[in-house]
């Protein structure tokens, strides 16, 4: 008798088991949580593109959460490609209305997810995070700075889905560029990807409670000075390729009350950007706890 193809067996890699969806859903959804559904899928595209759809469609409320063992189209910003092996990861969009809350603040959505990960991973996996604007996870990785997370917000319906996606497991020889890390490589205390997800869960509840509860004031709420503590991006010098091509240079000083990354430049003005990809040019990062 052949042998089943070991690549189609979701238990083929014993490091990385499956996640029990029973179990999470225990953990989370309760009556008063935000949290009001949880379902994991074996393979997607996109779970960001699966949800955005649903939301569209009308069949997503708030607080749904849906996670992938792997995804094989996911997004990052800048329409970038992300990629991992199954179940190295956690790969997984959530449902937020904010409501009432004025639309121009939901652009503060995003960066409390990266406030909301770096936070909750802090605590679960034992490693010092750190937010590189506007929305990548950052570990230290044999003392070099790697992106662990990357998230992607975009519209949908009459809310906003927000991806994650957080190397865990992922070894050396997996990285998809110099430039990545992962949990494990970190040196995380716990790789246990159901720890992990429920803390990062939990944690973006409670910050997103905050925000709602301060209607949608970043600094009202503690938001704004979380993201600013964390972010590895402030007090470095930096490159910012803006949309279109342009690109501006300066020292990163502030993250304003609109989330945007405040550049001083070298004629003396303060630039703030609202959306590019930043390089850091030198310095040092700080932990976010």
Same mark, same amino acid.
């Given at each position: 008798?052949?042998?089943?193809?070991?690549?189609?067996?979701?238990?083929?890699?014993?490091?990385? &088991?499956? $996640?029990?969806?029973? #179990?999470?859903?225990? =953990? %989370?959804?309760?009556?008063?949580?935000?949290?009001? +559904? !949880?379902?994991?899928?074996?393979?997607?595209?996109?779970?960001?593109?699966?949800?955005?759809?649903?939301?569209?469609?009308?069949?997503?409320?708030?607080?749904?959460?849906?996670?992938?063992?792997?995804?094989?189209?996911?997004?990052?910003?800048?329409?970038?490609?992300?990629?991992?092996?199954?179940?190295?990861?956690?790969?997984?969009?959530?449902?937020?209305?904010?409501?009432?809350?004025?639309?121009?603040?939901?652009?503060?959505? &995003?960066? $409390?997810?990266?406030? #909301?990960?770096?936070? =909750? %991973?802090?605590?679960?996996?034992?490693?010092?995070? +750190? !937010?590189?604007?506007?929305?990548?996870?950052?570990?230290?990785?044999?003392?070099?700075?790697?992106?662990?997370?990357?998230?992607?917000?975009?519209?949908?319906?009459?809310?906003?889905?927000?991806?994650?996606?957080?190397?865990?497991?992922?070894?050396?020889?997996?990285?998809?560029?110099?430039?990545?890390?992962?949990?494990?490589?970190?040196?995380?205390?716990?790789?246990?990807?159901?720890?992990?997800?429920?803390?990062?869960?939990?944690?973006?509840?409670?910050?997103?409670?905050?925000?709602?509860?301060?209607?949608?004031?970043?600094?009202?709420?503690?938001?704004?000075?979380?993201?600013?503590?964390?972010?590895?991006?402030?007090?470095?010098?930096?490159?910012?390729?803006?949309?279109?091509?342009?690109?501006?240079?300066?020292?990163?000083?502030?993250?304003?009350?609109?989330?945007?990354?405040?550049?001083?430049?070298?004629?003396?003005?303060?630039?703030?950007?609202?959306?590019?990809?930043?390089?850091?040019?030198?310095?040092?990062?700080?932990?976010?706890?």
């Amino acid at each position: 008798m052949t042998p089943p193809d070991a690549s189609h067996n979701r238990w083929s890699d014993l490091d990385r &088991p499956p $996640l029990n969806a029973t #179990a999470l859903r225990r =953990g %989370l959804l309760r009556p008063d949580a935000l949290w009001t +559904s !949880l379902e994991v899928v074996e393979s997607t595209g996109s779970t960001n593109t699966d949800l955005a759809e649903r939301a569209r469609a009308g069949a997503a409320a708030e607080g749904t959460v849906l996670v992938a063992e792997e995804q094989t189209a996911g997004r990052g910003r800048l329409e970038r490609s992300w990629t991992a092996p199954p179940r190295s990861g956690l790969f997984f969009s959530v449902y937020l209305a904010p409501g009432d809350i004025p639309v121009e603040r939901w652009g503060w959505v &995003p960066l $409390l997810a990266g406030v #909301a990960a770096a936070t =909750g %991973l802090a605590k679960s996996a034992g490693v010092d995070m +750190s !937010l590189k604007w506007p929305n990548d996870l950052l570990v230290s990785v044999e003392g070099e700075e790697r992106k662990t997370g990357g998230i992607l917000g975009e519209f949908a319906g009459d809310g906003i889905v927000v991806g994650l996606g957080i190397n865990v497991s992922l070894r050396a020889e997996e990285l998809p560029a110099p430039t990545a890390g992962s949990l494990a490589l970190a040196g995380a205390v716990s790789t246990d990807r159901e720890t992990l997800l429920r803390a990062v869960l939990r944690s973006l509840e409670h910050w997103y409670g905050a925000w709602k509860a301060a209607d949608g004031d970043a600094a009202a709420s503690g938001l704004q000075a979380a993201y600013a503590a964390g972010c590895a991006t402030l007090d470095r010098r930096v490159r910012a390729e803006l949309p279109g091509g342009a690109s501006l240079v300066g020292e990163a000083v502030a993250i304003d009350g609109d989330g945007r990354l405040v550049l001083s430049t070298e004629d003396g003005l303060q630039q703030p950007v609202s959306a590019g990809d930043i390089v850091h040019l030198r310095g040092a990062a700080g932990g976010l706890t």
